[in-house]
């Protein structure tokens, strides 16, 4: 049971930029590999444990505070993971040990909380990248070198799965599977799902000798090995939870556009992905492509991914640790103008890469989310393709005085629905404006709010189905709004003092960066 703030954000304040969408995927990748944004905190007793599960706590509270909507939480790492498997062992990240059991399961912890903060919560998935060969003998017998020896290949100084063998995409699946059916996940994320760097020198050749069809160049079959794979979990995830989305994290360039080389470093001919075809076959949801990049290797190539969604969506990940003086030291307006055009193209949203670089608000990002992007919430963009039935509105909605200063909002709850309340000095609430979402996605039929802090405001309830599809309005008769407009104290813009406004951000000063970071 939550006690939620009201915001001057959800009284009329417009962003100086831009007016902000109603439905807008705002999502951060949050990195567990050597716990690079979590967890700091090794799990060994039961005081470090509390600590690592409050360090989440902590770090989802802050984006809630700037209205980021989905986190992908990186779940399978490096051949390991961060939930009890009977097919790969625990990340080092969680103990300090593989295979170590830090007691508690931190993917149905991390999916609870999210929920919680009306956040969607995407179980992130590295796939063809095992580990580094040094650590090899670390993993233990459970590791897939030695369960699948068969399937994995050296390349450099790391293990992969080889793509073109049919057992890599049953393992695959079934670590997909397993996360699917045991966990209320609201999406599952590809990373890697393509052949590595420098893939000339990948060593298949047997493998395309055995298996590629024949006058088959090894570039086209590569390429429908990956997207076999993709195939494959898109139908097995659907089958199981049709809501369940799936997406991935393709390299930003797609291939070369007639005026803009990618030189030499795109998705489809580089590494192999097909991105834009798994939107035009179905076989994606989202796709979250890794544009790193400005200028020229910017703007044209967001436009490219912008002109061939094929009616889904298109989120692309920008990368805020070049923002870091240890890093390119980006200026912030080189993001600022970045998010304003992905808005202006009508993108799905924006994902940013990776959460440290936000938290601890580097050149003032986080501030500017905040304080001006993000100044509203807002609901995630609905998968219209996979579901367009309008789900039905709350029933039985009542007002109770729970004490001196808290009010509620209840109504009766329905299995599969999440809620959204919206707020506003206007009756009836009209809820197809971004400024007057005050939460979203509620996992309960109940809103606590202060009643001195909510004076003057009408309130509206509506229902959302897993699918992201929203219900009508339902308008709440609220005792604070009944309180007489004169008796309101209003600052010099119109809105009312002493609500409460979301706390700064924690942490603000600039760390050193780190140099792990997501190719």
Known sequence: MLLLPLGTKAQGLVSQWQETPKRELRAVWVTTLNGLDWPRTRATSLFTRQRQQQELRDLLDQLQAANINTILLQTRVRGSVIYPSKIEPWDICLTGQYGADPGYNPLAFAINEAHQRGMELHAWVVTIPCFKTAVAKQMGTNSVLRRHPDLCIRHGEQYYLDPGKPGTADYLADICREIVENYDIDGIHFDYIRYPENAASFADNATFKRYAQKGQSKALWRRDNITRIVSRIYRETHAAKPWVKVSSSPVGKYADLSRYSSRGWNARDAVHQDAEGWLRNGVHDILFPMMYFDGVHFYPFAADWQEQTAGRQVAPGLGIYFLHPQEKNWPLSTIQRQLSYLRQLGLAGQCYFRSKFLTENVKGLYDFLRDDFYAFPALVPACTWLSTETPPAPEGLQTAVVSDDVEELTWNHTAGLRYNIYAS????????????????????????????????????????????????????????????????????????KGLVVRPAAKGSSNKKSGKKRKK
């Open 425 to 496: 000095r206007h009756w009836p609430v009209d809820v197809s404006k971004a400024e007057n979402l005050v939460a979203t996605a509620l996992p309960e039929p109940q809103f606590r709010y202060n009643r001195f802090e909510a004076l003057g405001l009408y309130f509206a309830v509506t229902s959302m189905d897993r699918f992201g599809n929203e219900s009508t309005a339902v308008q709440a008769n609220s005792q604070a709004a009944t309180v007489s407009r004169q008796r309101l104290q209003l600052d010099a813009r119109g809105h009312v």
